[in-house]
């Protein structure tokens, strides 16, 4: 039983010997190897901080959204701010948000996620206070 043992631990160190001398070299010489292409960083990812008068507002007031529709740019925020006296949760189901929302309490997502992205409180149900930002691509881009 010993001599298996040692018979394969030099087999395993062999392999590893080869690999590290033939292999390793290899990965990252971009002969097929994973490459990330950070080119286009600053435009998927938006670096510049926003000012605060331009973020947009949704208020939660006696139970319902101040605004149901907006347009949005792509990797931009909303800032949700609940006036109300009540505790709440909001659902941003599509890009996996369920934050609760104390009164007085602001929640700033982002939306990285083109296309309609619907929200809603979860207490009163989607249909009595759903409302839909439309993400889009900037012009820019």
Known sequence: ???RLIFWSI???LLLTII???VAPRIG???GGIRIDTSKWDENFDTKPI???QIPIIEIVNQSFL???LQLEKGKRIKFINKDSENYTLMIPLIGIEEPLDPDSVFEPTFYK???IEFWLKEL???KTKGIVNVTVSETS
């Open 1 to 3: 039983m010993p001599k």
């Open 11 to 13: 087999v395993c160190i």
């Open 20 to 22: 590290l001398i033939f």
């Open 29 to 31: 010489r971009n002969k």
């Open 51 to 53: 000012p605060e008068d």
């Open 67 to 69: 605004k149901t529709e």
């Open 114 to 116: 083109e296309g309609e």
């Open 125 to 127: 149900g989607e249909n």
